[in-house]
């Protein structure tokens, strides 16, 4: 059973309803009773079968007699036993049960968080409960959380007090020569207690091969009872985790029902935190994706307890909020109710002020429409800017409606726009083009990071969707400098070109080491599939520095492969040191720490992908101007520096074919613009 899906009305329900321990305690006692019983008639059949021998019973019967009647007390005497631990592990079973027990949510507090949260919508007409709705569903996200964390506890522990039970043995007979072997039907000479189908595996039990562990079925996984490959830790369904109970791939921690992510008991893809229902969230207890702080049910919020998309701030319930507390769209400042209001405590939508009640108010402490200046109230004009074609707007050159900033065309903005060709609503950054945008120069919809192109992304300069990393292209990732899906890996250095990599600097599949190329790679530096070990050419080798298949020893070389002009290096025809892959060229400026590159023809450092040139490159064909830059760039054939996306040249831009600095969308030619062929 899948305990992670259930409530904790359903888990702590069926914790809180049954018989309890009791039951358990009592078989306990039986057998504890058993026990003592057998131990009695295996101590008096001995003595009875030793008093005849001994005495006038003589010859070939009693021989025979005493042969057989030794073997069954031998067998009263081992069943003694084996109830006694028969007991034992009923009283382990109920201890475990009572502990889960403790551990669970009692029913009565689900049921009252439940009625809190069913009494705080009623009420919430103005949306003022928000915050409150916000904070109950993430005790609720607690209570499912700590549920989850008990159940998984008691089948743990339950199904160790199984599988330390002995089958009863067989009375004596003709196959007692068998032992304590685990036999087969048809088969009563198998032994199958033992059998590892594979090869180079250091331990027991494994269907695959370059398992350290054992019971793994898979191959070149660290731990035990692993569903899949290049896992380091126990219990994993799923390939690449670094961590334990994970159903998914390349997670660093455990109880991960996903990808991808860096944390606990996330369920989603590429999240950095815990708790987390969605992709690409940094922080926890987030319902939705590309989030970065605690607590928001939307997504590509910055911030706490947002109820939207797109916010950068605290406690709001919308889109494009810049600021706290605000109910509606595209408000800069803080407890606006409305939109498109550039100050605090509005009531309306476009007011250019505080604590006006109204529409298009340029000053504060107004009630009305289209007043300019303080404390007034009535009527003024359509518009309270200049140069506006519309109604509602305080802000001036702008075309639509509810407009506190300039130069927008579009609804409830209180950003400035960027001209012609760019369209905005709700945002409340400056020269965004989209929905709902609170980043700067931001190009789509819910975007709370600056210089982002696509859909509720929370981190600078990425292009895609939901990504709370820096820098990223592609959907979900939680790291930096990604290009794919996924990924959680590149905190400080690079992260991977492919999907679901833990590590950083791979070029691959749910790789958790750093720096591999290929799939599955649990070690580092490997250029194969299914490394456990470190710097390896090939397959399934668990030892350093192989060239092959199988390894499980260390190989005294200084690289793996062929060709090499270094150290530490796998694949063929690299240069320098810790590279992985095929004609790599890591520079020596920085020797002092662990340099490479992972992927094809890559001239720099710390690069994932093919043919980049320069530093901290993710993806194809990226490259700095000066071969000794920095680069930070993802994606596709970008020049530059902190780049993401697709043929953009110039520097900290997002998107597609843009040619100049700060500049996120699409064929844009001039700098510091969004949106589309400026």
Do not use: C
């Not at 899949?228 to 998914?248: E, Q, T, V």
């Not at 590590?503 to 530096?525: K, L, M, P």
Request: aromatic letters at 10%; a negative charge.
């Amino acid at each position: 059973m899948n305990f992670s899906v259930l409530p904790p009305e359903v888990n702590s329900g069926l914790m809180f309803a049954g018989a309890g321990s009791g039951p358990m305690l009592t078989a306990a006692s039986a057998w504890d009773g058993l026990a003592s019983e057998l131990g009695s008639a295996a101590a008096s059949f001995s003595s009875v079968t030793s008093n005849l021998a001994g005495g006038p019973w003589q010859g070939p019967a009693s021989a025979a007699m005493t042969g057989v009647a030794g073997s069954y007390a031998g067998w009263l005497s081992t069943a003694a036993v084996q109830a006694e631990q028969a007991a034992r592990q009923a009283r382990a079973a109920a201890s475990a049960f009572e502990a889960a027990l403790t551990a669970a949510v009692h029913p009565a507090a689900v049921s009252a968080n439940r009625s809190q949260l069913m009494a705080l919508v009623a009420a919430n007409l103005l949306g003022q409960n928000a915050p409150a709705i916000a904070a109950t569903e993430a005790v609720y996200d607690e209570m499912w959380a700590q549920d989850v964390l008990a159940m998984l506890g008691y089948h743990g522990e339950a199904s160790a007090v199984a599988s330390a039970l002995t089958p009863f043995a067989v009375l004596p007979g003709p196959a007692a020569s068998t032992g304590g072997a685990v036999l087969v039907a048809g088969f009563p000479f198998l032994d199958l207690s033992n059998v590892t189908i594979g090869g180079f595996n250091v331990a027991s039990g494994n269907l695959g091969v370059g398992n350290l562990g054992s019971f793994n079925l898979g191959s070149a996984n660290t731990g035990n009872t692993n569903f899949g490959h290049a896992n380091i830790g126990n219990l994993n369904l799923g390939s690449g985790n670094i961590g334990s109970y994970n159903l998914g791939g390349g997670n660093t921690g455990n109880f991960n029902p996903g990808s991808g992510n860096k944390g606990d008991l996330n369920l989603g893809s590429g999240n950095t935190g815990r708790y987390n229902l969605g992709g690409g969230n940094v922080g926890s207890h987030n319902l939705g994706s590309g989030n970065t702080g605690d607590t928001n049910f939307g997504s590509g919020n910055i911030g706490n307890l947002n109820l939207g998309g797109g916010n950068t701030g605290n406690s709001n319930f919308g889109f494009g909020n810049t600021g706290n507390t605000n109910f509606g769209d595209g408000n800069n400042g803080d407890t606006n109710i409305g939109s498109g209001n550039f100050g605090s405590g509005n009531l309306g939508f476009g007011n250019k002020g505080s604590n006006n009640i109204g529409f298009g108010n340029n000053g504060s402490n107004n009630i009305g429409f289209g007043l300019t200046g303080d404390n007034q109230m009535g009527f003024g004009l359509l518009n309270s800017g200049i140069g506006n074609i519309g109604f509602g707007n305080s802000g001036n050159d702008n075309i639509g409606f509810f407009n506190s900033g300039n130069g927008n065309i579009g609804v409830g903005n209180s950003g400035n726009g960027v001209g012609a060709l760019s369209v905005e609503f709700g945002s409340s950054a400056d020269r965004s083009s989209g929905f709902g945008n609170s980043g700067e120069l931001s190009t789509g919809i819910g975007n709370a990071g600056q210089l982002s192109t696509g859909w509720f992304n929370s981190a600078t300069t990425s292009t895609g969707w939901f990504n709370s990393g820096t820098t990223n292209t592609g959907w979900f990732n939680s790291g930096t400098t990604n290009t794919g899906i996924g990924n959680s890996g590149g905190d400080g250095v690079t992260g991977s070109m492919g999907m679901f990599n833990s590590g950083h600097t791979n070029t691959g599949n749910f790789n958790a080491g750093n720096i591999n190329t290929g799939d599955f790679n649990s070690g580092n530096v490997n250029t194969g599939y299914f490394n456990s070990g470190n710097i390896n050419t090939g397959f399934v080798n668990s030892g350093d520095l192989n060239t092959g298949l199988f390894n499980a020893v260390d190989q005294p070389v200084a690289n793996s492969g062929w060709l090499h002009t270094g150290t530490n290096n796998s694949g063929y025809t690299n240069v320098g040191t810790y590279n992985s892959g095929f004609d790599n060229n890591a520079r020596d400026e920085h020797a002092a720490f662990v340099t490479g590159n992972s992927g094809l023809a890559n001239v720099g450092n710390y690069n994932a992908g093919i043919i980049n040139v320069g530093d901290y490159l993710s993806g194809f064909r990226n490259s700095v101007p000066t071969i000794t830059g920095t680069g930070a760039n993802s994606g596709f054939v970008n020049v530059g520096t902190s780049i993401s996306g697709f043929f953009n040249f110039g520097n900290l831009a997002s998107g597609f074919a843009n040619f100049d600095d700060a500049v996120s969308g699409y064929l844009n030619g001039d700098d510091h613009v969004s949106g589309w062929i400026h």
